[in-house]
């Protein structure tokens, strides 16, 4: 069965970078997109951009430019999510999930905390 | 782009019906595309899909539960109402810039 299984939960200090990772099982990573969507403590969903996990080739939504890297690595079937110079106001839980007729399989989310 | 517009909440009895509406724009909802998405979302769980492309449901998906869009809103409604369905609503649609937009979120109390 399909699964997104996701990095732990982690505390940085503002300035630092993060890198959550997004492993998939249970289907062929590469014929479908993945998707990286954010959800701020208490607040709705921001659809953050997609990767290309043919290509490689990300596009990133507004808001999430300069700061927000998404890789590959197709060996291991994983996406990941580089978040850089974090911001207390990026604490949130970080999703993947993949497109395929929606977004309908999701990662379990990952909880990155920012605080000095 | 702005988020899509829903009511930050709804509630209803066991077996009443209730309707959340999500309402966007030009270039989202009410574009050339009939992609519109939900998404339930339990407290501490990672949404699940429950409508997809205005009102289609994913197998396994109650059939309570059913999309319907006019114009530029879109609508999802849960016949029925189970205690189960207590959680928050999402609704998402694609843009004319090849992106997509969620709307704030929606919490369904079942009285």
């Known amino acids: 069965q399909v699964q997104l299984v996701q990095s732990g939960p982690d505390l940085k200090k503002p300035g630092a970078s993060v890198k959550v990772s997004c492993r998939a099982s249970?289907?062929?990573?590469?014929?479908?997109?993945m998707n990286w969507v954010r959800q701020a403590p208490g607040q709705g969903l921001e659809w953050m951009g997609w990767?290309?996990?043919?290509?490689?080739?990300?596009t990133y939504a507004q808001g999430f430019t300069g700061r927000f890297v998404f890789s590959l690595d197709t060996s291991v079937s994983t996406a990941y999510l580089e978040i850089s110079n974090l911001q207390t106001e990026d604490t949130a839980v970080y999703y993947c999930?993949?497109?395929?007729?929606?977004?309908?399989?999701w990662g379990q989310g990952a909880l990155v905390t920012v605080s000095s | 782009q702005s988020a899509l517009t829903q009511p930050a909440s709804v509630s209803g009895s066991p077996g009443q019906s209730v309707t959340i509406s999500c309402t966007g724009g030009?270039?989202?909802?009410?574009?050339?595309?009939?992609?519109v998405y939900w998404y339930q979302q339990y407290p501490d769980k990672a949404p699940a899909l429950i409508i997809y492309?205005?009102?289609k449901r994913p197998s396994g998906v109650s059939h309570r539960f059913s999309g319907s869009k006019s114009g530029r809103t879109a609508s999802l409604i849960i016949s029925g109402l189970q205690a189960e369905d207590e959680a928050n609503y999402h609704c998402?649609?694609?843009?004319?810039?090849?992106?997509?937009?969620f709307g704030g979120g929606t919490k369904l109390t079942v009285l």
């Open positions: 030009g270039s989202d909802i009410g574009g050339p595309y009939n992609y």
């Open positions: 249970g289907y062929t990573f590469t014929s479908i997109a």
């Open positions: 990767i290309n996990t043919n290509y490689g080739t990300p």
């Open positions: 492309e205005v009102n």
């Open positions: 998402k649609a694609y843009t004319t810039n090849m992106t997509w937009v």
């Open positions: 999930a993949r497109s395929w007729g929606g977004f309908d399989h």
